[in-house]
């Protein structure tokens, strides 16, 4: 089974950036479709980033243009940069594999944003 591990989480103040990255444990990472998540407090995890096993990217509108996506293969690993952060962006942040439109893996324990002055 794979084990997924976020990190790069914290307190920013609006405005502000942070650089998330999600470590994933087996070979089969880079087959799949990587999502980055996130879950505002008493509100249901929503996908707001993709990116193929190819290297194409999508946004949820809320946080394009802001927020990028990006994936090593090689490390096994999946980054979320988090430019011009508002409040609306503070909640638990996970990542997992997605097929056919679903989370793949088993949920990792995400790591908390908190953007506030």
């Known amino acids: 089974q794979v084990q997924l591990v976020e990190s790069g989480g914290g307190l920013v103040q609006p405005g502000g950036s942070l650089r998330l990255s999600c470590s994933a444990s087996?070979?089969?990472?880079?087959?799949?479709?990587m999502g980055w998540y996130r879950q505002p407090p008493g509100k249901q995890r929503d996908l707001v980033a993709i990116i193929s096993s190819g290297g194409s990217t999508n946004y949820e509108d809320s946080v394009k243009g802001r927020f990028t996506i990006s994936r090593d293969n090689a490390k096994n690993t999946v980054y979320l940069q988090m430019n011009s952060l508002k409040a609306e962006d503070t909640g638990v942040y996970y990542c997992?594999?997605?097929?056919?439109?679903?989370?793949?893996?088993?949920w990792g324990q995400g790591t908390q944003v908190t953007v506030s002055s």
């Open positions: 087996g070979s089969t990472f880079s087959i799949y479709p």
């Open positions: 997992n594999a997605v097929q056919s439109g679903r989370p793949r893996w088993s």
